[in-house]
């Protein structure tokens, strides 16, 4: 409880330091930023300790982060007292106007937050999947003495990864003295929090503009509550509405649909869900950790039918697994983006900025905060760049087009602004990247993946339905729409991404092809044969194309709409859906370019493109589902009304039933056997009290490389440098392998074979020779690298002066 109320009431504070910053940034937003000033200070402040520890101008401890602090507070204060012509007296009134959004605001976010963190301390445990991984960043940055910060994992190496979340966590865990143990839930439980809030916050922003032109005082404070309210469907469909998976769970226990041989579930064709059903019907689906398979929903084949694994996760199942990754950090400053991007569209940060070789219509601060947020997205989680760059490039465009119209103009604005905002990204941010090694390998064609309409719909389907709904609303009451342009360029964009895999395809074929003959000698098929097949089976999953056409060509029809917004009066009621349509069209797309195209990496197939795609596909179009579902509630009349209503709810209880089920199941029902907590280090000492024992004494130790066993990834291995701080020679090898590239394998290669000789070998002079070479400090010899190697203990006994000895444990310290 102490650690929680401290994270509470810092994040809160940082919120309002933000606030007058975020009132002079935001001016076309209804609430000026209030709901985006956490997310907005978390990110300032570190981004100012980041680079100053990286330049040397600050330690990383408590005096750097104060210093940092210090800078944000007279950015603040700056941005206080030049904004106003009497401070005081504007701001105390903003809260008394905005009284009843920031108490919905505050309580939402505590809520949100406690709820999370409630979750998190009835199953604490950092566990399996990537978990020891993220807590290993956190604990390295917390222990790094300069930055870049140290990876734990690869002694004398720096951290070559997208971390700038796992630096904000390390931050607030210093700051408030609580440890990387602990530090881990509560984060993942700010997240959430942070995720609910910004959320709200854009929805209520899209809706307080949804009115008509003619409005007095009471309609204006009608149209507040009303925003208030239906606002908070924007977090539940974000972090709580999840896809049909969960609720095909239940049907599927039921036994319904199930006939022995040729049934309904073998059509489907889900795992688990392809088995008989229990021999008794029962509601709550009790299959070990069944909730993993909504993760799993798309399959992938092959031409011979060999299976491939498809990732399709969802928020809802990230803060349930509790894996603190960066897509799951990433996730409120993805939204404070998209928040910016509305202010650009809603007319705020004009001015006239000259780039050298042209001008925007954009304001010096816009344009830096632009290059702010994108870069951070980077340093947060690298894929997000492409849809956050397109939502703020297009967010200025469409700025541009209800200034002058559409015109090839436009095409103009877009480069113009994109390509310095890139360069000014990057150089922002010029550290991370000088020290980030990719392992994406460039873009590549795909041919025999392809989603099918059925698992799609399972995925999308709580989704897509309000969309359609909205979509249809906007088609019936006669908005102004394109229909040729918005039939034209769905069908080019599909046709594009048809030639550009056929060309890239070609290309490999002639340019290497040692690269692609072993695929097609794989597949027991000739060129030619190969592409006829796949185009067959494009054409046998036809559904997934025609679903997506059905939702885009609508969506840019209405976008392309060339009628005048300034005085067309059904124009200007559809002012801020015209930004929804953009996040539906980003999101339509992310979701279609994976069946055509896909980032190369170690993986070899498409699994993290449609991983990282439909994720941020997933919270564009939760934001534009809740807020189709809140206009059609409010404006909808007689059968219509109660129509949609039905459906309305079928959805939500098709969506809930996931979280409803899965969130018990993996907190024991809340009643964890050994009482509620949120720091995993109590586990581990009652799992293993001698370990334990000598973690807590390697983190009172003098700084030193540790010499510990190393193995295979999603295993117990680096686990004394996870929780020491203390680096070690090499932990998990694989993902080092992933985040620094095939040019990277032989170091690894030779540090396990290193590791093992130092372990085994009974020769001193070559365990004294390795252990200077790496600079080890400790050696750590405990049950788990007595089972891994064939511990040769007598020559440390010999040599070296254990410094620590309980039980099965000794630590034995180099001179």
């Known amino acids: 409880m102490p650690s929680f109320l401290s ?81 005081i007296t504007t701001f105390t009134a903003w809260l008394k106007d905005n009284a009843k959004l920031i108490l919905a605001s505050e309580l939402l976010f505590l809520l949100a937050f406690g709820f999370l963190a409630f979750f998190r301390s009835a199953n604490p445990e950092i566990l399996g999947t990537e978990k020891p991984m993220e807590l290993m960043f956190i604990s390295g940055i917390m222990n790094s003495p300069t930055f870049p910060p140290r990876d734990l994992w690869l002694s004398g190496y720096s951290i070559s990864y997208y971390y700038f979340g796992y630096v904000m966590t390390a931050m607030l865990a210093k700051f408030t003295g609580v440890p990387a143990t602990a530090a881990f839930n509560l984060m993942l439980a700010l997240i959430f929090g942070l995720a609910a809030l910004g959320a709200y916050g854009i929805l209520y922003n899209l809706l307080k503009d949804y009115q008509s032109p003619i409005t007095n005082h009471q309609s204006e404070i009608e149209n507040r509550k009303s925003a208030i309210a239906n606002s ?36 489907l064709d889900i795992p688990e869900l392809r088995n008989p059903p229990p021999p008794i019907p029962q509601w709550i689906p009790d299959r070990f950790w069944w909730w993993w398979r909504a993760s799993r929903v798309v399959q992938d084949y092959d031409l011979n039918g060999g299976f491939r694994e498809a990732i399709d996760e969802f928020p809802a199942f990230s803060f349930l697994l509790g894996d603190l990754h960066p897509h799951v950090l990433s996730i409120p400053f993805f939204l404070l983006a998209i928040a910016f991007a509305l202010n650009l569209f809603l007319g705020g940060f004009r001015g006239r900025l000259n780039v050298y070789f042209g001008e925007l219509h954009l304001s010096k601060s816009g344009f830096l905060m632009a290059a702010f947020l994108l870069g951070g997205m980077a340093f947060l989680n690298t894929w997000d760049i492409l849809p956050v760059a397109a939502a703020i490039v297009f967010s200025y465009a469409l700025a541009r087009v209800r200034e002058a119209g559409w015109g090839w103009e436009r095409i103009e604005d877009i480069l113009l602004f994109g390509v310095p905002l890139l360069v000014a990204a990057y150089v922002l941010y010029l550290p991370f990247f000088i020290g980030f ?106 559904g997934s194309l025609l679903t997506l056409l059905g939702l885009l060509i609508p969506t840019l029809a209405f976008l392309f709409s060339k009628r005048d917004h300034s005085t067309d009066e059904q124009a200007f009621i559809l002012y801020p859906s015209t930004f929804v349509l953009l996040l539906i069209a980003l999101g339509s797309l992310l979701i279609l370019g994976p069946d055509f195209l896909y980032l190369q990496d170690n993986f070899g197939y498409r699994i993290n493109t449609v991983f990282k795609f439909y994720y941020q596909a997933w919270i564009l179009l939760s934001l534009a589902a809740a ?26 209880l098709a969506g809930l039933t996931y979280p409803v089920l899965g969130f018990p199941n993996k907190a024991n029902n809340f009643q964890p056997p050994f009482g509620f907590t949120l720091d995993d280090f109590d586990r581990l000492q009652r799992e293993n009290l001698d370990e334990a024992a000598a973690i807590l004494w390697l983190k009172s130790a003098p700084d030193g490389i540790i010499l510990e066993a190393t193995g295979n990834p999603y295993s117990s291995y680096g686990r004394i440098s996870i929780y020491s701080g203390l680096p070690t020679i ?86």
């Open 627 to 652: 807020y189709g579902a809140a206009v059609l509630l409010k404006n909808l009349r007689g059968a219509a009304n109660a129509v949609f209503s039905v459906v309305f709810l079928l959805v939500l």
């Open 437 to 542: 090694d990719s392992q994406a390998g460039g873009i590549v064609p795909n041919f025999m993946y392809v989603t099918r309409g059925a698992h799609l719909w399972v995925m999308w389907g709580t989704l897509f339905v309000p969309l359609l709904a909205w979509l249809i609303y906007l088609w019936r009451t006669n908005t102004p729409a394109d229909w040729g342009s918005g039939i034209f360029a769905s069908l080019g964009i599909v046709l594009l991404l048809l030639l550009t895999m056929l060309a890239m395809g070609l290309l490999a074929y002639r340019l290497r092809p040692e690269l692609v003959l072993p695929i097609l000698q794989g597949q027991g098929r000739d060129a030619a044969t190969f592409l006829a097949d796949s185009f067959t089976r494009r054409l046998r999953h036809i």
């Open 7 to 87: 994270w509470y009431l810092l994040i809160t504070l940082l919120g309002w330091i933000a606030f007058p910053l975020a009132y002079r940034l935001f001016p076309a937003l209804a609430d000026r930023g209030y709901t985006l000033s956490r997310a907005l200070g978390l990110m300032l402040w570190g981004y100012i300790f980041w680079l100053f520890a990286n330049l040397s101008i600050s330690q990383n401890d408590l005096g750097g982060l104060l210093l940092a602090l210090a800078v944000l507070i007279a950015l603040s204060t700056w941005a206080f007292l030049t904004n106003y012509q009497f401070p």
């Open 730 to 815: 090499l932990g998990w090898g694989n993902h080092e392998g992933q985040w620094r590239g095939i040019d990277f394998q032989g170091i690894l290669a030779q540090r396990t074979s290193d590791i093992e000789t130092l372990y085994t070998t009974p020769d001193w002079q070559t365990t004294q020779t390795l252990l200077q070479q790496y600079n080890v400090r400790y050696v750590f010899v405990g049950t788990l690298e007595r089972s891994a190697y064939r511990v040769n203990e007598a020559k440390f006994n010999n040599f070296l002066q254990p410094v620590f000895q309980q039980g099965s444990v000794t630590i034995y310290e180099v001179p």
């Open 232 to 267: 908070f469907l924007a977090p539940l469909f974000l972090l709580l509405v999840s896809n049909l998976e969960g609720f095909l769970e239940v049907i599927h226990a039921r036994g319904l649909f199930w006939r022995d041989g040729s049934n309904f579930w073998t059509w």
